[in-house]
């Protein structure tokens, strides 16, 4: 089982930059694929990027602004988010997946806000 905890989250102009944390818990964190999700008030919870043995994922919105990566050795996922638009305001999740299997661990979220 592994434990995600978001960082990183805040308030940031339209145009600007943030990069979210997420600490994992765990020996065996690099056996498992990454994720970061988000949901907007009054929305559903949506993809946003993966890291999978099978290749890095987008959703289209984040195409080319977005970056997901990792350090193993740290036990970290980063979400680096560049030109940040405000349809991009959620709270934004961690999560994590064994193997093929669906995301089915997630932490606690940490809200990015991006003013207009």
């Known amino acids: 089982q592994v434990q995600l905890v978001e960082s990183g989250g805040g308030l940031v102009q339209a145009g600007g930059s943030l990069r979210l944390s997420c600490a994992a818990s765990?020996?065996?964190?690099?056996?498992?694929?990454m994720g970061w999700f988000r949901q907007a008030p009054g929305k559903e919870r949506a993809f946003v990027a993966s890291?999978?043995?099978?290749?890095?994922f987008y959703v289209d919105s984040a195409k080319g602004r977005f970056t997901i990566s990792r350090d193993n050795a740290k036990n970290l996922v980063y979400l680096q988010m560049n030109n940040l638009k405000p349809e991009d305001t959620a709270v934004y999740y961690c999560?994590?997946?064994?193997?093929?299997?669906?995301?089915?661990?997630w932490g606690q979220g940490t809200q990015v806000t991006v003013s207009s």
């Open positions: 999560a994590a997946a064994l193997g093929q299997s669906n995301f089915n661990y």
């Open positions: 765990g020996r065996t964190f690099s056996t498992y694929a």
């Open positions: 890291l999978r043995r099978t290749g890095t």
